[in-house]
């Protein structure tokens, strides 16, 4: 256990009543757009959800029209965590506000909780969507990959449609571009290979585009849209399948180097790793940026959209990830799971109503807080909630008081193992805990309960790159005060986990 028309085929005419008729016609339309919208007393939120985009080792460089058209129309928050760096954890974290002790999805299988009729039971209902929903002013839309295990069939198969949403357009398990099922308001739709009619980042941005162009003008929406990239099988479109062909993995100083002072797993990493293996890594590393572009696309879409309907000066776009990832950083495969910056850290842009343009945020965030904020911006009491985060919008509309924000998050893995070991990979043992505590963004604290009990401290800002472990040299003091307070967050509920800031310097 380790402690997200005008038809081009009609024919042109010369007459300038014709052409008049049609401007009025457009001018009209496009009036009754905004009039509908200033009807709205809430504003309309867009949660556009990554999958394993990492932000520490260069994800978001080729997001080109994403940072302009959200970040640099917005604010970026530079300190950004997950609740767990696995992609169902983390996501039932960002649907709940609730951190993974609490929603009980430990990993990504049904037996973890993954989409379980248990957390369908227990914990679908107490969503912000859910909420929303309640609440009876918000559409609600949802288009992409959910939770891994969604729409097994010991769970209710696709037929199943999670409380809190009015458009459900969800694919059937994890994260595919073709050959792919996806749930349309709990009928299956299946798609083939054709990339003009399947390939699936597409395909949601078009499904997204039908919602705004079809959906009511008298009511506020929520929608969410959940990609499949840059997870595996790191399919590109067409278009996009020869991009950087010169692109390599980041040779950062943790790259392709011994984790001599990491806890066990890591330290059974081979190093250095053979010709063959960082080979492989570069390659995907390039494979994940070319999927990347189509995101770029359907962020582009979705924002001109708006903006040509009268509606993007009163929308929220958050832009995010489930989780981090890592290529070869000590020496480590692709993958994620690992309680280190590359895994934990994700991007967070957010552009709307009362956000000043070009601002950075180095206040630290946790993906239990989108779910709070998101509620905060409709209007909904987070405390009337059993959520674990906090709101962070007075943060972006400048009406908070940055100095009383947490000084740290919990970060929990639980591992994907048994109580027994596996034939097949015998020097890995049972299953993995970890706990990690991340204090003021100054210093980082992690606790593995795996066969031994192993801490790791990070001076951050010496060590960016957490290439020392400073256990065994920190104040005692210090580090018996980061133990309290790991022990505090791990059984923490509500709001006894939204943390006031608390000074606290490493010596």
């Known amino acids: ?48 959800l990554t999958d394993d985009l990492d932000v520490s080792i260069g994800g978001m460089i080729p997001l080109v029209k994403t940072k302009k058209l959200i970040g640099d129309a917005g604010i970026t928050f530079t300190n ?13 974290s960002i649907l709940t506000g609730k951190y993974p002790h609490n929603h009980h999805v ?7 909780n993954c989409s ?63 050959n792919y099922t996806l ?47 840059p997870h595996s099988p790191w399919t590109a479109a067409p278009q996009y399948e020869s991009s950087f ?47 990347l572009l189509s995101v770029d696309d359907l962020v582009e879409k979705v924002v001109r959209k708006l903006e040509v309907r009268g509606e993007l000066s009163n929308t929220y776009v958050i832009f995010t990830s489930d989780n981090g990832y890592h290529t070869g950083q000590f020496s480590l495969p692709v993958d994620k799971r690992q309680l280190y910056e590359f895994d934990i850290r994700v991007p967070l842009l957010v552009r709307g109503p009362n956000i000043k343009p070009n601002q950075t945020s180095p206040l630290l965030i946790a993906n239990v807080d989108l779910g709070p904020t998101i509620l905060d911006i409709a209007g909904y009491n987070v405390n009337e909630t059993q959520m674990d985060g906090m709101s962070f919008l007075p943060i972006m509309t400048s009406k908070g008081n940055s100095s ?11 591992g994907e193992g048994s109580n027994t070991s596996d034939p097949a990979c015998p020097l890995l043992g049972p299953g993995v805990s970890v706990r990690l505590c991340v204090p003021q963004i100054k210093s980082y604290y992690t606790h ?60």
């Open 116 to 178: 379980s009729t248990a957390w369908q039971k227990t914990q679908e209902p107490e969503t912000f969507p859910a909420f929303l929903q309640k609440q009876g002013t918000y559409q609600t839309f949802f288009a992409g990959k959910y939770l891994n295990e969604y729409g097994n069939k010991k769970a209710g198969g696709v037929e199943h449609v999670p409380p809190g949403w009015d458009h459900w357009f969800a694919l059937e398990r994890n994260s595919k571009y073709y």
């Open 80 to 92: 950004t965590f997950v609740a767990s760096p696995l992609c169902c954890p983390s996501r039932a």
């Open 1 to 48: 256990m380790a402690l997200f028309v005008f038809n081009s085929a009609s024919k042109m005419v010369s007459s300038p009543f014709v052409i008049l008729h049609f401007i009025l016609i457009c001018v009209t339309l496009h009036c009754n757009n905004l009039a509908e919208a200033k009807m709205n007393p809430r504003a309309n939120i867009v949660l556009i």
């Open 106 to 112: 430990v990993n990504n299988t049904l037996e973890g």
């Open 404 to 414: 009383t924000w947490r000084s740290d998050i919990l970060v929990e893995y639980e």
């Open 183 to 229: 749930s349309v308001n709990g009928r299956a739709q299946r798609h083939g290979q054709n990339y003009s009619e399947d390939y699936l980042t597409d395909v949601l941005a078009n499904i997204s585009i039908d919602f705004l162009e079809n959906k009511s003008n008298r009511r506020p929406f929520f929608m969410m849209v959940s990609t499949p990239a």
């Open 448 to 507: 593995c309960l795996c066969s031994q009990v192993f801490v790791e401290v990070y001076n951050l800002t010496a060590d960016p790159f957490q290439l020392s472990n400073i256990a065994k040299s920190i104040d005692q003091e210090v580090l018996e005060k980061m133990n309290h307070r790991l022990m505090m967050l791990q059984s923490c509920s509500g709001q006894s986990c939204r943390t006031t800031k608390r000074r606290q310097t490493l010596k």
């Open 245 to 291: 062909p010169n692109t390599e993995a980041p040779r950062d100083p943790n790259f392709n180097i011994h984790g001599k002072d990491k806890h066990w797993l890591i330290r059974q990493a081979k190093t250095p790793m053979t010709n063959s293996s960082v080979e492989f890594l570069d390659n995907a590393y390039r494979k994940r940026w070319r999927t």
